[in-house]
């Protein structure tokens, strides 16, 4: 029995030492120790090459560095029948949310309009709305989507929660399935997206839900928050809605191609704001605590937790 | 009796409505209007002229339209035993606590590094702290600190209380008086403003109070946000801190003087936020409707709420 290491982009040997000082005796392996694949029980993955699964016989679960498994599920030669845990951490849930506040927080207050008055000197008091004067409306109701729905709930804000099935959170206005999207939007003024990336949420973010967004509440016209996936967004859909005022702002942690290619428009718009996909990260100490007192549970007969319905996709 | 109108800056016509539509048969004047000076029982007043209070033996009150009464309590003749009453409102509560939650957020977030790596089209990956690991230390624990406090407890930030006399509020470190200043400062790492000005606080926010904050836990150094008065800081102090790196940033609502000129550094400084003294403002509809209260109430026995104490100067 052994857990294998295979992570690419990020300092496995770090990866190594947090999971043997977490699981004691219990072995931990990386790619260029020699071992019998038979051994080979759980395979902690992060960007995988497309043999890393191949010979394994004896897997009992593989392991997913991040929360989202929409890069893992594609893999070609992923085992059928082994299951996969993604990655639920409240650290992780933490800063999404601190992320999701901080976005929020400054459209609402105007910020693009504050921070041109100031390039141009002008001081000109037109007032923010209160926070309890705006919806915003959040994409994707799982353990993300709750905490920072909470929060926003918290600061005063209206919310609404777009998800597949229905979720009930305290104060939160619940939309459920394709039926209620255009509703949930309409009903919207900050447009936040934490939804999982599958065939059905690829491309959402794109000219004709932009225009859908309710329009006359928040000074200069709605926003669009992502902290999700680059691939739920139509760039060039994004770009001409900022350019021509369907949307006032937007907040963008994902792209299509990251890092973000040097000729992107985005980089230049004085109304989108760009970060280098940091919104939420999967902390080494986190992490390995996670997923050590996972296996162990697992190796003493416990059933795993946070498996992926690779149907659903997440 | 009757209640007098005496604002300056702000469309008084309207305001008159306001009260007028709250207030009944109780009739409400201005200072265009002929009335006996004798029947005046209250002033609501807003940058008074210097003889805003001559001839007005019948006073019961005055109103102050502002939160903040340090100008008022500057009148060079304010009727002396006339209780003063200010406004204390739960939108002006909400927007406060708004513009306190984005600027910190937004500092949390490391916003001045990014908005630079931006515009310099850098993608570069650090990670911002979560906000567990982040200390805010809030000056002045009035109605408008606690609120901002409780708040900022509930998304995770470690939060310091500084205030004259202790209060308690839960998850609130809690300092009080002077002698707790350098450890209050020492523990912070965002430190906001919301203090009257007072002849103590002025000039608070100076470069050896900056100097004291701490330092190393948020990436770049500490960051200060005024949503008080100008009187509060020194600008000249708060430039040279941006510039040499003892501050990473700073949020300033309120100026020395306002507008803030045009050839102030501030307007041009990328890590310096300015806003035109938007944080929170007193609208007509909530003012008349806690002011109107007040009075009715009074007029019916029932004692001021919220009134200045003059020698403590808020």
Redesign the interface.
């Known amino acids: 029995m052994a857990l294998l290491l295979h992570l690419a982009d990020v300092n496995e040997h770090a990866w190594a030492e947090r999971f043997r000082s977490a699981l004691g005796n219990y072995p931990v392996l990386l790619r260029s120790d020699s071992y019998d694949p038979d051994d080979i029980r759980y395979i902690f993955a992060w960007k995988p090459s497309d043999d890393a699964f191949d010979g394994f016989n004896h897997l009992k679960a593989v392991l997913s560095l991040g929360a989202g498994v929409d890069a893992l599920l594609q893999h070609p030669r992923l085992p059928e029948g082994v299951p996969i845990v993604r990655f639920v951490d409240d650290?992780l849930t933490?800063?999404m949310?601190?992320?999701v506040?901080?976005s929020v927080?400054?459209h609402?207050?105007l910020?693009s309009r504050?921070?041109a008055?100031?390039k141009a000197?002008i001081?000109?008091?037109?007032?923010?709305p209160?926070?309890?004067a705006i919806s915003v409306g959040i994409m994707g109701m799982g353990q993300l989507g709750v905490d920072a729905a909470r929060?926003l709930v918290?600061?005063?804000f209206k919310v609404n929660g777009w998800s597949r099935t229905e979720k009930h959170v305290d104060g939160v206005t619940r939309y459920a399935g394709d039926e209620t999207f255009d509703a949930f939007l309409g009903a919207t003024d900050i447009l936040v997206n934490l939804l999982p990336l599958t065939a059905d949420t690829r491309g959402i973010l794109n000219y004709a839900t932009f225009k859908k967004l309710r329009r006359g509440t928040l000074i200069g016209g709605p926003v669009v928050v992502n902290a999700a996936r680059g691939g739920h967004q139509k760039e060039a859909d994004i770009i001409k809605a900022l350019e021509d005022g369907t949307l006032s702002a937007a907040s963008l942690d994902v792209f299509e191609t990251?890092?973000?290619p040097?000729d992107s428009p985005l980089?230049t718009l004085e109304n989108c704001?760009?970060?280098?996909?940091?919104a939420a990260?999967s902390s080494e100490r986190n992490g390995a605590r996670y997923f050590s007192q996972m296996l162990l549970d697992h190796e003493a007969g416990k059933p795993l937790r946070n498996v992926v319905d690779r149907e659903r996709g997440y």
Not at 273 to 278: C, Q
């Open positions: 650290e933490q800063c949310s601190d992320y506040i901080a927080t400054m609402q207050r910020f504050y921070a008055h100031q000197r001081w000109s008091q037109l007032y923010p209160p926070a309890t929060k918290m600061l005063g990251e890092p973000l040097k980089w704001f760009v970060t280098p996909h940091i990260i």
